[in-house]
Protein backbone atom coordinates (compact mmCIF):
# COMPACT_ATOMS: atom_id res chain seq x y z
CA UNK A 1 0.00 0.00 0.00
CA UNK A 2 1.45 3.30 -1.27
CA UNK A 3 0.92 6.40 1.36
CA UNK A 4 2.38 9.83 1.29
CA UNK A 5 4.49 11.81 4.00
CA UNK A 6 1.48 13.07 5.58
CA UNK A 7 0.77 9.60 6.20
CA UNK A 8 3.82 8.42 8.10
CA UNK A 9 3.49 10.01 11.60
CA UNK A 10 0.78 7.46 12.84
CA UNK A 11 2.53 4.84 10.91
CA UNK A 12 6.11 6.07 11.95
CA UNK A 13 4.94 5.68 15.96
CA UNK A 14 3.57 2.24 15.71
CA UNK A 15 6.63 0.98 13.89
CA UNK A 16 8.74 2.65 16.56
CA UNK A 17 6.65 0.93 19.06
CA UNK A 18 6.90 -2.60 17.35
CA UNK A 19 10.66 -1.88 16.67
CA UNK A 20 11.60 -1.45 20.48
CA UNK A 21 10.00 -4.88 20.90
CA UNK A 22 11.83 -6.67 18.40
CA UNK A 23 14.99 -4.62 19.70
CA UNK A 24 14.10 -6.20 23.51
CA UNK A 25 13.71 -9.47 22.10
CA UNK A 26 17.18 -9.37 20.42
CA UNK A 27 19.05 -8.46 23.51
CA UNK A 28 18.76 -4.75 23.63
CA UNK A 29 19.72 -1.81 21.58
CA UNK A 30 23.05 -0.41 20.32
CA UNK A 31 22.45 3.29 19.75
CA UNK A 32 25.28 4.41 18.93
CA UNK A 33 26.09 4.34 14.99
CA UNK A 34 29.01 1.93 15.38
CA UNK A 35 30.08 -0.86 15.75
CA UNK A 36 27.02 -3.30 15.19
CA UNK A 37 26.25 -6.04 17.40
CA UNK A 38 26.41 -9.12 15.57
CA UNK A 39 23.71 -10.50 14.09
CA UNK A 40 23.74 -14.17 12.72
CA UNK A 41 27.32 -14.11 12.11
CA UNK A 42 27.60 -17.79 12.86
CA UNK A 43 25.69 -17.79 9.24
CA UNK A 44 27.06 -15.27 7.38
CA UNK A 45 29.83 -13.94 8.87
CA UNK A 46 32.22 -17.10 8.75
CA UNK A 47 33.83 -17.13 5.15
CA UNK A 48 36.84 -18.25 4.39
CA UNK A 49 39.19 -15.60 3.27
CA UNK A 50 41.74 -17.23 -0.01
CA UNK A 51 43.90 -14.54 -0.25
CA UNK A 52 44.73 -10.82 0.83
CA UNK A 53 46.67 -8.20 -0.30
CA UNK A 54 47.35 -4.35 -0.24
CA UNK A 55 47.46 -4.90 3.59
CA UNK A 56 44.62 -6.39 4.02
CA UNK A 57 42.51 -4.05 2.17
CA UNK A 58 42.10 -6.58 -1.11
CA UNK A 59 40.83 -10.05 -0.20
CA UNK A 60 39.24 -12.85 -1.88
CA UNK A 61 36.75 -15.31 -0.62
CA UNK A 62 35.48 -18.37 -0.97
CA UNK A 63 33.08 -19.04 -3.07
CA UNK A 64 31.30 -22.23 -3.80
CA UNK A 65 27.57 -21.98 -6.05
CA UNK A 66 26.62 -25.70 -4.73
CA UNK A 67 27.25 -24.84 -0.75
CA UNK A 68 26.07 -20.76 -0.55
CA UNK A 69 23.00 -21.03 -3.22
CA UNK A 70 21.96 -25.23 -3.35
CA UNK A 71 23.06 -25.46 0.35
CA UNK A 72 21.61 -22.47 1.45
CA UNK A 73 18.32 -22.17 -0.08
CA UNK A 74 15.33 -24.26 0.40
CA UNK A 75 14.39 -23.30 -2.83
CA UNK A 76 17.74 -21.86 -4.80
CA UNK A 77 17.44 -18.26 -5.35
CA UNK A 78 14.26 -17.68 -4.51
CA UNK A 79 13.63 -18.69 -0.56
CA UNK A 80 16.37 -18.90 1.92
CA UNK A 81 16.05 -22.09 4.59
CA UNK A 82 14.20 -20.27 7.57
CA UNK A 83 17.19 -20.08 10.25
CA UNK A 84 18.38 -17.44 8.20
CA UNK A 85 16.17 -15.06 8.49
CA UNK A 86 14.35 -13.30 11.15
CA UNK A 87 10.78 -11.85 10.68
CA UNK A 88 9.88 -9.54 13.80
CA UNK A 89 11.46 -6.89 12.01
CA UNK A 90 8.47 -6.74 9.84
CA UNK A 91 7.11 -4.53 12.32
CA UNK A 92 9.42 -1.74 12.19
CA UNK A 93 9.08 -1.52 8.35
CA UNK A 94 6.35 0.26 5.99
CA UNK A 95 6.25 1.26 2.55
CA UNK A 96 5.81 5.17 1.70
CA UNK A 97 6.07 7.40 -1.26
CA UNK A 98 8.23 10.57 -0.64
CA UNK A 99 7.55 14.09 -2.09
CA UNK A 100 10.83 15.22 -2.51
CA UNK A 101 11.30 18.37 -3.56
CA UNK A 102 8.66 17.67 -6.74
CA UNK A 103 9.93 14.50 -6.84
CA UNK A 104 8.05 11.53 -6.38
CA UNK A 105 10.07 8.37 -4.53
CA UNK A 106 8.50 4.84 -3.65
CA UNK A 107 10.74 3.29 -1.00
CA UNK A 108 10.46 0.71 2.27
CA UNK A 109 11.64 2.35 5.06
CA UNK A 110 12.91 -0.23 7.74
CA UNK A 111 13.30 1.46 11.40
CA UNK A 112 12.51 4.94 12.78
CA UNK A 113 12.11 7.39 10.47
CA UNK A 114 12.96 10.40 13.00
CA UNK A 115 16.51 10.35 14.85
CA UNK A 116 17.73 7.35 13.60
CA UNK A 117 20.89 6.31 15.00
CA UNK A 118 22.61 5.72 11.33
CA UNK A 119 20.76 5.17 7.61
CA UNK A 120 21.76 2.69 5.18
CA UNK A 121 20.56 3.10 1.69
CA UNK A 122 20.64 0.53 -0.93
CA UNK A 123 20.17 1.27 -4.60
CA UNK A 124 18.66 -1.74 -7.33
CA UNK A 125 20.36 -2.81 -10.64
CA UNK A 126 17.96 -2.95 -13.78
CA UNK A 127 14.76 -4.50 -13.12
CA UNK A 128 14.62 -4.34 -9.83
CA UNK A 129 12.30 -1.95 -7.44
CA UNK A 130 11.95 -1.43 -4.00
CA UNK A 131 11.02 -5.13 -3.32
CA UNK A 132 14.68 -6.21 -4.23
CA UNK A 133 16.10 -4.68 -1.05
CA UNK A 134 13.36 -5.89 1.19
CA UNK A 135 12.89 -9.26 0.07
CA UNK A 136 13.50 -11.09 3.28
CA UNK A 137 14.24 -14.80 1.20
CA UNK A 138 16.02 -13.59 -1.89
CA UNK A 139 19.83 -13.32 -1.84
CA UNK A 140 20.21 -15.75 0.94
CA UNK A 141 18.20 -13.93 3.57
CA UNK A 142 21.18 -11.23 3.09
CA UNK A 143 18.73 -8.72 2.87
CA UNK A 144 17.20 -9.94 6.19
CA UNK A 145 20.11 -9.33 8.21
CA UNK A 146 20.68 -6.06 6.94
CA UNK A 147 16.96 -5.06 7.92
CA UNK A 148 17.77 -6.57 11.50
CA UNK A 149 20.95 -5.08 11.35
CA UNK A 150 20.35 -1.44 10.68
CA UNK A 151 17.00 -1.18 13.03
CA UNK A 152 18.13 -3.48 15.42
CA UNK A 153 20.97 -1.38 16.23
CA UNK A 154 18.86 1.90 16.00
CA UNK A 155 19.14 2.67 12.59
CA UNK A 156 16.86 3.03 9.55
CA UNK A 157 17.38 1.42 6.46
CA UNK A 158 15.63 2.69 3.03
CA UNK A 159 14.87 0.28 -0.23
CA UNK A 160 14.33 2.67 -3.22
CA UNK A 161 12.52 2.80 -6.43
CA UNK A 162 14.93 4.28 -9.19
CA UNK A 163 12.78 4.67 -12.32
CA UNK A 164 15.78 5.50 -13.83
CA UNK A 165 20.20 5.42 -13.81
CA UNK A 166 20.47 8.76 -15.40
CA UNK A 167 20.84 12.38 -13.55
CA UNK A 168 16.79 12.07 -12.85
CA UNK A 169 17.80 8.74 -10.82
CA UNK A 170 20.22 10.51 -9.36
CA UNK A 171 18.55 13.66 -8.11
CA UNK A 172 15.38 11.17 -7.03
CA UNK A 173 18.35 9.48 -4.59
CA UNK A 174 20.13 12.89 -3.30
CA UNK A 175 16.71 13.56 -2.37
CA UNK A 176 16.65 10.73 -0.61
CA UNK A 177 19.84 11.28 1.17
CA UNK A 178 18.85 14.77 2.21
CA UNK A 179 15.97 14.43 3.72
CA UNK A 180 17.27 11.48 5.75
CA UNK A 181 20.11 13.64 6.76
CA UNK A 182 17.24 16.40 7.91
CA UNK A 183 15.07 12.91 9.73
CA UNK A 184 18.10 12.81 11.76
CA UNK A 185 20.61 15.52 11.63
CA UNK A 186 24.54 14.78 12.26
CA UNK A 187 23.85 11.11 11.84
CA UNK A 188 26.47 9.02 9.20
CA UNK A 189 24.21 8.40 5.94
CA UNK A 190 25.87 5.42 4.19
CA UNK A 191 25.01 5.07 0.56
CA UNK A 192 24.90 1.10 -1.10
CA UNK A 193 24.47 0.40 -4.58
CA UNK A 194 24.31 -2.71 -7.04
CA UNK A 195 24.64 -3.58 -10.66
CA UNK A 196 23.43 -0.79 -13.10
CA UNK A 197 22.72 0.94 -9.60
CA UNK A 198 25.97 1.57 -9.38
CA UNK A 199 25.63 4.61 -11.69
CA UNK A 200 23.58 6.25 -8.99
CA UNK A 201 26.63 5.94 -6.81
CA UNK A 202 28.84 7.63 -8.91
CA UNK A 203 26.91 10.00 -10.40
CA UNK A 204 26.20 10.93 -6.06
CA UNK A 205 29.63 11.39 -5.89
CA UNK A 206 29.85 14.67 -7.78
CA UNK A 207 27.42 15.65 -6.23
CA UNK A 208 29.21 18.14 -3.27
CA UNK A 209 25.89 18.45 -1.37
CA UNK A 210 25.57 14.82 -0.91
CA UNK A 211 29.23 13.80 -0.45
CA UNK A 212 28.75 16.68 3.20
CA UNK A 213 25.86 14.04 4.17
CA UNK A 214 27.37 10.68 3.67
CA UNK A 215 29.63 8.37 5.35
CA UNK A 216 30.94 6.51 3.16
CA UNK A 217 29.98 4.15 0.37
CA UNK A 218 29.59 0.33 -0.93
CA UNK A 219 29.17 -0.67 -4.73
CA UNK A 220 28.53 -4.41 -5.87
CA UNK A 221 29.13 -6.17 -9.17
CA UNK A 222 29.08 -2.13 -10.34
CA UNK A 223 30.30 -0.24 -13.58
CA UNK A 224 33.87 1.23 -13.20
CA UNK A 225 34.35 5.28 -13.17
CA UNK A 226 37.03 5.98 -14.96
CA UNK A 227 36.48 9.70 -13.51
CA UNK A 228 35.96 8.86 -10.02
CA UNK A 229 39.29 11.06 -8.80
CA UNK A 230 37.56 14.17 -10.19
CA UNK A 231 34.60 13.72 -7.24
CA UNK A 232 33.87 15.71 -4.26
CA UNK A 233 33.85 11.94 -3.05
CA UNK A 234 37.32 11.53 -3.72
CA UNK A 235 38.36 14.76 -2.52
CA UNK A 236 36.54 14.42 0.53
CA UNK A 237 37.99 10.87 1.31
CA UNK A 238 35.17 8.95 2.32
CA UNK A 239 35.83 4.98 2.07
CA UNK A 240 34.58 3.05 -0.45
CA UNK A 241 34.39 -0.58 -0.43
CA UNK A 242 34.12 -2.78 -3.29
CA UNK A 243 32.28 -6.28 -3.78
CA UNK A 244 32.28 -8.17 -7.25
CA UNK A 245 32.11 -11.81 -8.60
CA UNK A 246 35.58 -13.34 -10.09
CA UNK A 247 33.42 -14.63 -12.86
CA UNK A 248 30.86 -11.62 -13.47
CA UNK A 249 29.95 -11.50 -17.20
CA UNK A 250 28.03 -7.85 -17.09
CA UNK A 251 30.53 -5.57 -14.97
CA UNK A 252 34.18 -7.11 -15.56
CA UNK A 253 36.07 -7.73 -11.96
CA UNK A 254 39.54 -6.42 -13.42
CA UNK A 255 37.77 -2.98 -14.09
CA UNK A 256 36.93 -2.54 -11.22
CA UNK A 257 40.09 -3.90 -9.38
CA UNK A 258 41.84 -1.92 -11.35
CA UNK A 259 40.48 1.53 -9.74
CA UNK A 260 40.74 0.10 -6.36
CA UNK A 261 44.28 -0.25 -6.69
CA UNK A 262 44.99 2.88 -8.23
CA UNK A 263 42.90 4.17 -4.72
CA UNK A 264 45.30 2.12 -2.50
CA UNK A 265 48.19 3.18 -4.36
CA UNK A 266 47.10 6.69 -3.06
CA UNK A 267 46.53 5.97 0.34
CA UNK A 268 42.48 6.10 -0.12
CA UNK A 269 40.16 4.74 2.57
CA UNK A 270 38.90 2.05 0.57
CA UNK A 271 38.85 -1.88 0.31
CA UNK A 272 38.06 -4.78 -2.01
CA UNK A 273 36.09 -8.32 -1.63
CA UNK A 274 36.33 -10.80 -4.63
CA UNK A 275 34.21 -13.55 -4.36
CA UNK A 276 36.45 -16.61 -5.99
CA UNK A 277 33.98 -18.14 -8.85
CA UNK A 278 31.20 -15.79 -7.97
CA UNK A 279 29.00 -14.72 -11.15
CA UNK A 280 26.95 -10.97 -10.93
CA UNK A 281 24.37 -11.20 -8.05
CA UNK A 282 27.01 -13.43 -5.72
CA UNK A 283 28.00 -10.29 -3.29
CA UNK A 284 24.81 -9.30 -2.68
CA UNK A 285 24.22 -12.55 -1.45
CA UNK A 286 27.20 -12.87 0.45
CA UNK A 287 28.63 -9.35 1.28
CA UNK A 288 28.92 -8.96 5.46
CA UNK A 289 26.93 -5.94 6.14
CA UNK A 290 28.02 -6.04 9.32
CA UNK A 291 31.69 -5.77 8.45
CA UNK A 292 31.78 -3.54 5.86
CA UNK A 293 28.95 -0.88 7.69
CA UNK A 294 31.76 -1.09 10.94
CA UNK A 295 34.26 -0.30 8.67
CA UNK A 296 32.72 2.89 7.25
CA UNK A 297 31.66 3.73 10.46
CA UNK A 298 35.20 3.90 12.25
CA UNK A 299 36.65 4.94 9.01
Known amino acids: MRMS ?22 GGPARAAG ?8 LFS ?7 GDDGAFEVIDYDEMRDINGRDQVPQKRVQQKY ?10 DETLSL ?5 DVTRVGPAQNAAFTVIFIHGRDGDRRLGANDYSFGGNFNRLKNLAAGNGGVYYSPTVKSFDSNGVAAIAGLIRYASAQSPGRPVILSCASMGSQVCWGIARDEASVKRL ?4 V ?39 LFEKLHKAKYPTRFTLFQTGNHGTPIRMIDWRRVLNWIFAA
Open 5 to 26: TSDCTVISAIAAFFLSAVVLLS
Open 101 to 105: DGISL
Open 35 to 42: PLGPFKDD
Open 85 to 94: VALGIRKAQA
Open 46 to 52: KQTILQT
Open 215 to 218: KGML
Open 220 to 258: MSGVTDPDFTRSAFYRAKLPLWFAHGSRDPVYSASDQQA
